[in-house]
């Protein structure tokens, strides 16, 4: 499978944007599929996962209530919807997946993903 992220642009504040990362070669298979993100200077953090097989979520702190991950599987698609935008959103936002189940509580953590999609750029004005 190969993955495209999209969506990304220039939002101001508690603005939204909904970020999409679609599937090719393949549909997702019944590996969890996560959003990440990386600030200049930071490291690559969690931003929300979902377990395709259970459904179950993950979401960093500090993005819990304004952001929502979800799928379409007829569309072959994971999406992120990002509210109540703030200014320390601002990064590369990557999708992955991973060949495989995994144990959900490990959902969040970048190294069980094998396969990544190219980052999109999301900036959120002051």
């Known amino acids: 499978v190969q993955l495209q992220a999209s969506g990304g642009g220039l939002v101001q504040a508690r603005g939204s944007l909904r970020l999409s990362c679609a599937a090719s070669?393949?549909?997702?298979?019944?590996?969890?599929v996560a959003w990440f993100r990386q600030a200049p200077g930071k490291e690559r953090e969690v931003v929300a996962a979902?377990?395709?097989?259970?459904?179950?979520?993950y979401y960093a702190d500090s993005v819990k209530v304004r952001f929502t991950i979800s799928r379409d599987n007829a569309k072959k698609t994971v999406y992120l919807e990002m509210n109540s935008l703030k200014p320390e959103d601002t990064a590369v936002y990557y999708c992955?997946?991973?060949?495989?189940?995994?144990?959900?509580?490990?959902?969040?953590?970048?190294?069980?993903?094998?396969?990544w999609g190219q980052g999109t750029l999301v900036t959120v004005s002051s």
């Open positions: 992955a997946t991973r060949n495989g189940r995994i144990n959900t509580s490990y959902i969040h953590r970048p190294e069980v993903y094998d396969v």
């Open positions: 070669g393949r549909t997702f298979g019944s590996g969890p």
């Open positions: 979902i377990d395709m097989w259970t459904r179950n979520t």
